[in-house]
């Protein structure tokens, strides 16, 4: 049995802080140590970002499928180089002022924080260590001889395979649904809000924040320190 009270899992992008998947990629792709191929890459990233916004609308999981194939021909070894590079210049700067707060309000209360993420592992590391994570829960991408193929490792995280793991995660805790607490700032983290018996809804999307006040979710503003909005009724 467990010693702590319980798991809370907390989504990355938009929830914890304002930089995204494709912020990130973009830091990697400008510093390809080809010149010629880091334009090829960052031009081809702007071209794209309409088509990318109306795919992660309509799917996370299939954005995140087409998205990772921009990784194909880096090298494992050169990415995990940049990531603490990547966490300083990129993440650090984009924390919501009150993220650090939530999370060691949860740690004090004795619940055991698991970072539930669409994002790759290799961008992670610094991540875990800032916030005190006590395990993550990621994609992966494949390697053939440490050189990314641009393909995920199976199951990809996203939507209800994001439900999979964390009922693992509690399994092998032996903790219930409703000793688990979820946050989240999309409408695409319904299925991981509604697996938990304390779900909050994190500087929601418009479609989530609907869902929110539909149901009396709590709905938290990390932007302005973690204040908690007047929520509907709920069912």
């Known amino acids: 049995m467990s010693d702590h009270a319980g798991i809370a899992f907390f989504d990355l992008d938009g929830t914890l802080v304002s930089s995204n998947v494709v912020t990130r990629y973009a830091f990697f792709a400008k510093n390809l140590p080809s010149r010629a191929r880091a334009a090829l890459k960052v031009t081809k990233l702007v071209a794209s970002v309409p088509f990318l916004i109306a795919l992660d609308f309509y799917s996370r999981r299939r954005f995140n499928e087409v998205f990772y194939r921009e990784y194909r021909g880096m090298r494992r070894e050169w990415l995990l180089e940049l990531a603490e590079d990547l966490f300083h210049k990129v993440v650090l700067p984009s924390i919501h002022p009150g993220a650090k707060d939530l999370i060691e309000a949860d740690r004090a209360a004795g619940y055991r924080l698991v970072l539930v993420t669409g994002e790759l592992d ?53 903790f219930d649904r409703f000793r688990a607490k979820a946050y989240s700032d999309s409408f695409s983290d319904v299925p991981m809000l509604e697996a938990v018996g304390s779900p909050t809804a994190v500087n929601p999307d418009r479609r989530l924040k609907r869902v929110a006040v539909e149901r009396g979710w709590p709905v938290l503003n990390l932007r302005d320190g973690g204040k908690q909005k007047a929520v509907g009724r709920r069912r």
């Open 122 to 174: 290799f961008a992670l590391g610094p991540v875990l260590r800032y916030f005190g994570f006590d395990s993550l829960v990621s994609n992966r991408l494949v390697y053939e001889n440490g050189i990314a193929t641009g393909e995920v490792v199976a199951p990809l995280i996203a939507e209800h395979a994001k439900v999979s793991a964390m009922t693992d995660a509690l399994v092998a805790s032996h």
